[in-house]
């Protein structure tokens, strides 16, 4: 049974974070079917983007990792961390993207990922898109399946943030890896379902108040605690042995996330004789990041739709506090009133 534990958790969804403006948006994409990758000599893809009237930050792909070929007995690689991308803009610019995804498996992997670095370019002409491998073997070949890339544009930071408590009444065997399941549990678990209002790429950091180990999985179309490895997109180390730099306590997930798909956040105990700590769970991006189920015009939060929500609503107006903002827009204005009242009359799940 999967439980949201609302009573735990405090949802703040930040109207904007000020003037920030680092997250970033898609603003163009284009698939391009699979790409094959020999290490040792790379691929090059060129396609044109037009139309855009907005400057571009950075870049991103979906699609699968596959190792077509590689030292699979050993476990050498070709890792999906080795993989490397170059965009190269129409203006000359070239942005250098390693490692591309979040994960060290010679398996099937989806990744689904974005980087920023361009300096606001012009992004209407002719791009190329150079992959190589971070380690060359004339032997290893992998391939990107299904692939489609993204350009990225600024974006102001929204931020949603909330406590994760995992339950012990919800028990699961967690994964370790994307094709592996621990045998450290069970343990316990915590799930936050939420969907995007703007596609872009977005950052969830969880902090475990003990500084202890910890594991946060990203699923993607649906969360199963009895198939763990099912629609498993992505997962964020918190023992301190992260790829990225993260240290134990900490774990980070980055990703791209697109409208009209719903996500998993799963915050996991890290073995059955490790405490139960609680967490607390960032998400940063170029949208809300919004709880499936959630009421968002209930802005005082007592469970219920009434006329004092309207009170907390004018509150949340002259304040520009999160319950403002009920058009999803990442900004707090008159509008929200309108979208307030339909939301009101639209009633709570």
């Not at 904007?16 to 698939?31: F, H, L, V």
């Not at 361009?118 to 992004?123: L, M, S």
């Amino acid at each position: 049974m999967i439980r949201k534990n609302r009573d735990l958790m405090t949802l703040i969804v930040a109207c904007t974070a000020g003037s920030a403006y680092s997250s970033d948006k898609i603003i163009a994409s284009m698939p391009i079917g699979s790409v094959t990758v020999p290490t040792s000599a790379g691929a090059t893809v060129n396609m044109p983007f037009a139309g855009l009237s907005e400057g571009v930050t950075g870049f991103g792909i979906a699609g699968d990792f596959v190792v077509q070929t590689g030292d699979f007995g050993g476990g050498s690689g070709p890792w999906s961390v080795d993989v490397e991308i170059t965009a190269n803009a129409p203006g000359g610019e070239s942005l250098f993207w390693h490692p591309v995804g979040g994960e060290i498996s010679i398996a099937d992997y989806p990744l689904q990922d974005g980087t920023s670095g361009f300096a606001d370019v012009n992004g209407n002409g002719a791009w190329s898109f150079e992959f190589t491998a971070d380690v060359s073997q004339s032997n290893w070949i992998y391939r990107i399946d299904d692939a489609t890339l993204y350009l990225l544009g600024d974006a102001p930071d929204v931020i949603t943030q909330y406590t994760a408590e995992p339950d012990q009444n919800d028990q699961w065997n967690r994964p370790f890896s994307i094709v592996g399941v621990s045998g450290l549990g069970p343990v316990a678990y915590h799930v936050f379902e939420f969907t995007v209002t703007e596609p872009g790429l977005y950052d969830l950091t969880s902090v475990l108040a003990s500084g202890g180990n910890h594991f946060t999985f990203l699923y993607k179309g649906g969360f199963d605690p009895g198939q763990p490895l099912a629609n498993l997109l992505d997962y964020g180390l918190g023992n301190g042995f992260s790829p990225f730099d993260v240290p134990q306590g900490t774990s980070n997930i980055s990703a791209l996330l697109l409208e009209g798909e719903t996500y998993t956040w799963v915050t996991s105990e890290w073995s059955s004789t490790s405490p139960v700590g609680t967490s607390t769970n960032t998400i940063v991006g170029p949208g809300d990041a919004v709880e499936t189920g959630s009421c968002i015009a209930d802005v005082n939060g007592d469970g219920a739709l009434t006329p004092t929500d309207f009170t907390a609503w004018i509150n949340a107006f002259n304040n520009n506090l999160p319950g403002c903002d009920q058009n999803g827009d990442g900004s707090c204005t008159p509008t929200d009133f309108t979208a307030w009242i339909a939301n009101y009359n639209s009633g709570c799940p």
